[in-house]
C-alpha cells in the first residue's frame, strides 16, 4: 500500500535526522513508528474490564454540580 502524508518542515527535518542516526529509511522508520502506535495501548480501544469505565452511570449533565448531591445519596445508601 502507498501512502502519502504531508509532513510540516519541522518534522521532516526530525524525521530525516532520526534515520541518518539509526541508518534507516524514511518508510522504515514510519512504519516501525505505526506498528508501535497500534500496539500501544493507547492506539487500542479501551478496555472495559478496567474498574473505572462505566463506573458513573449518569447522563454526563452537569457533573460538577450535582456532584456534592450525588456522593451524599450513595453514602447514606451504604451508611444505613
Given at each position: 500500500?502507498?501512502?502519502?502524508?504531508?509532513?510540516?518542515?519541522?518534522?521532516?527535518?526530525?524525521?530525516?535526522?532520526?534515520?541518518?542516526?539509526r541508518r534507516l529509511t524514511k518508510s522504515q522508520a514510519v512504519k516501525q513508528a505505526?506498528?508501535?502506535?497500534?500496539?500501544?495501548?493507547?492506539?487500542?480501544?479501551?478496555?472495559?474490564?478496567?474498574?473505572?469505565?462505566?463506573?458513573?452511570?449518569?447522563?454526563?449533565?452537569?457533573?460538577?454540580?450535582?456532584?456534592?448531591?450525588?456522593?451524599?445519596?450513595?453514602?447514606?445508601?451504604?451508611?444505613?
Amino acid at each position: 500500500m502507498t501512502l502519502t502524508v504531508r509532513l510540516p518542515p519541522r518534522i521532516e527535518q526530525e524525521l530525516a535526522e532520526y534515520c541518518v542516526k539509526r541508518r534507516l529509511t524514511k518508510s522504515q522508520a514510519v512504519k516501525q513508528a505505526l506498528e508501535e502506535l497500534l500496539r500501544s495501548p493507547k492506539g487500542r480501544a479501551p478496555d472495559s474490564r478496567h474498574p473505572f469505565i462505566g463506573g458513573d452511570k449518569g447522563d454526563g449533565s452537569d457533573v460538577s454540580g450535582n456532584i456534592k448531591a450525588a456522593l451524599r445519596a450513595r453514602f447514606r445508601k451504604h451508611g444505613r
